[in-house]
C-alpha cells in the first residue's frame, strides 16, 4: 500500500514556474513506476509524464514536452514535476500516481495509486 500526497499547486501567471512535488509513504517508493496525470474542468484526465522506478527513462505528453521535467529521489520517497512556461491550458487538478507492477508506465489505468490531486490555475 502506498499513499501519495501532492503539493506544490496555486495561482500563477502565464509563463510563470511551478514545481509539484508528490511524497509517498512506505518503504518500496523505489519499486514504483511514477507518473502524472491532469484533469480540466469537462475533459477526462489525461497522462502528462512518467518515470521509470530508477528515474533512468521518461516520457512526456507533447504538450507540455520541453517545458515540463519529472524527476525523482527514491532516497526522499518523492517525485518531482518542474512546470516552466506555464500557459492558461495547463490549468487542471494534478495527481500523481504509483504504478506496483511495471517499471514504466504511460497509461493511467496501470497506475494502481493516485493522490488526492493538487490545483493549479494559470492566469493569462
Known amino acids: 500500500q502506498v499513499q501519495l500526497v501532492e503539493s506544490g499547486g496555486g495561482v500563477v501567471q502565464a509563463g510563470g514556474s511551478l514545481r509539484l512535488s508528490c511524497a509517498a509513504s512506505?518503504?518500496?517508493?523505489?519499486?514504483?513506476?511514477m507518473g502524472w496525470f491532469r484533469q480540466a474542468p469537462g475533459k477526462e484526465r489525461e497522462f502528462v509524464a512518467a518515470i521509470s522506478v530508477g528515474g533512468g527513462r521518461t516520457s512526456y505528453a507533447d504538450s507540455v514536452k520541453g517545458r515540463f521535467t519529472i524527476s525523482r529521489d527514491n532516497a526522499k520517497n518523492t517525485m518531482y514535476l518542474q512546470m516552466n512556461s506555464l500557459k492558461h491550458g495547463d490549468t487542471a487538478v494534478y495527481y500523481c500516481?504509483?504504478?506496483?507492477?511495471?517499471?514504466?508506465?504511460?497509461?493511467?489505468?496501470?497506475?494502481?495509486?493516485w493522490g488526492q490531486g493538487t490545483q493549479i490555475t494559470v492566469s493569462s
Open positions: 512506505g518503504r518500496t517508493f523505489s519499486k514504483y513506476a
Open positions: 500516481a504509483a504504478a506496483r507492477s511495471y517499471t514504466y508506465a504511460v497509461s493511467p489505468s496501470l497506475y494502481d495509486y
